[in-house]
C-alpha cells in the first residue's frame, strides 16, 4: 500500500472501506465500497458505499484479464458469467446463445 495512489483501505474491527480516487474521467471524486464479512452485520453510516460481502463467493468477469487473475488463483469456479464469452476462448464456459455464460459439458471441450 506505500505506492498505492488511486485508492486507499481503512481497517476497522468488522469491515474496511475501499475507496476509489476518480476511478472514470467523468466519474465523482471517488466511490467506496463497504467489505463486511458475511457473518457480520452492515455498519450504519455508510448508505453511498457499495457492500461487498468478503470473502466474495461468486463473480462476473467483464473481460480476459479479469478471468486470467482468477485463473492464476485457482477460483475460476467461482465465475457465474462472463461478458461476451464467445472472445474468450478455452474458458470452459458455454458459447452458445442462451447458455448466459454458464459451464456447459455437452459443448466441444466443455466450452
Known amino acids: 500500500m506505500k505506492h498505492a495512489r488511486h485508492f486507499s483501505i481503512q481497517q476497522y474491527a468488522d469491515f474496511s472501506l475501499l475507496s476509489l480516487r476518480k476511478p472514470f474521467t467523468d466519474s465523482p471524486d471517488s466511490l467506496q465500497a463497504l467489505l463486511v464479512p458475511h457473518n457480520k452485520p452492515v455498519p ?9 460481502r468478503i470473502p ?45 455464460g454458464q459451464r456447459c459439458e455437452q459443448c466441444p471441450g466443455g466450452a
Do not use: W
Open 56 to 100: 466474495v463467493r461468486r463473480v462476473v468477469v467483464l473481460s480476459h484479464t479479469q478471468l486470467a487473475f482468477l485463473q492464476a488463483l485457482g477460483q475460476e469456479e467461482s465465475v457465474v458469467g462472463i461478458n461476451e464469452s464467445a472472445y474468450l476462448p478455452d474458458t470452459g464456459f458455454c458459447k452458445n446463445p442462451g447458455r448466459n
Open 44 to 52: 450504519e453510516g455508510y448508505e453511498k458505499a457499495r457492500l461487498v
